[in-house]
């Protein structure tokens, strides 16, 4: 019987697709480049071989390509009918994911992984900050992505993918020292590993090591491709650390070489993020106003996101539209989303809304409406997504609203609950 690198079967005859599939999970596992070529080679090699459709679904969703991806699944879904159970629910649990159904999804993989717990890829549809947990709006997102991750550890060992998520996952959990032993170990395993390389980013990040995050991101990062998934991503590390040592030159040369719309080769998604947060960040630490960078990402954000979907996305969208001067495009950004909440469809909650305000409270120089709107929420933004690094933007905000609304009592205190966290917090005036 062939099976893959976890010692799952595989139903296929062509040891070509085998090969091409194992390389192509390998790849997307590492975020690395051309897992979707990999897929795309596994499936020449044997057009019946469904979980290479399925395989290639997840990759072109993660870039973007929503239609696509579809197509593949349903391909997928029609070859899927003469597997044995194993890949039946792989196929209709990635199937779940990239149709936008999370919930289900996330339900069909907690049961296939309890029973297929080397189920690599679908358990990855689960972890991590842009998993169906990390993007499920829940408060204690961060614990449950660690418990599941805690409850198949011991079938993985020593295995480097699943090393690196389990160590980022505790990073997110339980702090940096927690989850760095972990994230080590898979950089030595797997030294080109970028899901690994992004997680020790984040070890650096959270320790406030800004010149080791520097260092290190700029030996890793070159090497890299550039259109591969995290390259924005980890452009954007390196440039958060350049404004924790007071170099915003150096900051503002990484988002015009790797980050920025047109600039980026990445999935929309990350471009938005990135670009938005970073901007913002560098203004919060003294940087002047750029209007025609701003401009720009606002323009993204309208072309990319037209409606709203994922709630991190669509509080950078907001943030775009606010520090482009676009109040008309913001409110009826807000509009939408409280619709959205009315309907069900913000698994975030009011939360989400609420920062999107403040944001552009912020922009206009409504200070205490910015501290009116965030500081009663500042436990609650772990629901809207993203890292504690990222999320480190809302936070950073508030504190700089209290500074600039002359509220120093509250800043010392917002920086006090930090408890664990030394991150550098570049904020003109902190």
Request: with cysteine; net charge neutral; hydrophobic share 50%.
């Amino acid at each position: 019987m062939i099976r893959d690198r976890y010692g799952l079967s595989l139903s296929t005859s062509s040891a070509d697709a085998v090969r091409a599939y194992v390389e192509g999970v390998d790849r997307f596992l590492a975020s690395h480049a051309a897992a979707e070529e990999c897929f795309d080679r596994a499936v020449a090699a044997d057009p019946g071989f469904a979980l290479a459709h399925i395989g290639r679904a997840r990759s072109l969703q993660l870039q973007g390509r929503g239609v696509l991806a579809q197509t593949a699944v349903a391909r997928a879904r029609e070859l899927s009918a003469s597997l044995d159970r194993r890949e039946r629910q792989h196929v209709e649990a990635l199937g779940l994911a990239v149709a936008g159904q999370g919930g289900r999804a996330l339900g069909l993989i907690r049961e296939h992984v309890a029973e297929f717990p080397r189920d690599a890829m679908a358990l990855a549809a689960a972890n991590g900050i842009y998993g169906l947990i990390g993007l499920s709006g829940r408060q204690d997102r961060n614990e449950d992505m660690l418990a599941l991750l805690d409850s198949v550890a011991p079938a993985y060992g020593d295995d480097w993918w699943f090393l690196g998520a389990h160590g980022f996952a505790r990073t997110e959990a339980l702090g940096w020292k927690a989850g760095a032993p972990a994230i080590e170990r898979s950089l030595a395993l797997a030294p080109r590993n970028a899901l690994a390389a992004h997680a020790w980013a984040h070890v650096c990040y959270e320790q406030g090591a800004d010149r080791d995050g520097t260092a290190f991101v700029a030996t890793w990062l070159p090497e890299y491709p550039k259109a591969a998934p995290l390259h924005c991503h980890l452009s954007w590390h390196q440039a958060v650390f350049e404004l924790g040592l007071g170099r915003p030159e150096a900051a503002l040369a990484l988002y015009e070489a790797s980050i920025r719309p047109g600039a980026s080769q990445c999935a929309p998604f990350s471009t938005l993020v990135d670009s938005a947060s970073l901007l913002w960040r560098g203004e919060l630490a003294g940087a002047p106003r750029r209007p025609e960078a701003w401009n720009a990402v606002a323009e993204h954000a309208r072309s990319s996101f037209p409606a709203i979907g994922i709630s991190f996305a669509d509080v950078h969208c907001a943030v775009a539209l606010a520090a482009a001067g676009d109040a008309l495009g913001l409110a009826r950004w807000v509009d939408l989303l409280r619709e959205g909440l009315a309907q069900g469809r913000v698994p975030a909650g009011e939360v989400v809304p609420t920062v999107a305000l403040a944001m552009h409270a912020f922009a206009e120089g409504r200070y205490d409406d910015v501290i009116h709107g965030l500081a009663p929420v500042v436990d609650q933004f772990v629901r809207v997504g993203g890292s504690w690094a990222q999320r480190d933007l809302f936070e950073h905000t508030l504190l700089a609203a209290y500074l600039r609304a002359g509220r120093a009592a509250e800043a010392r205190a917002l920086l006090a609950r930090r408890v664990g966290r030394r991150p550098s917090v570049p904020v003109a005036g902190a």
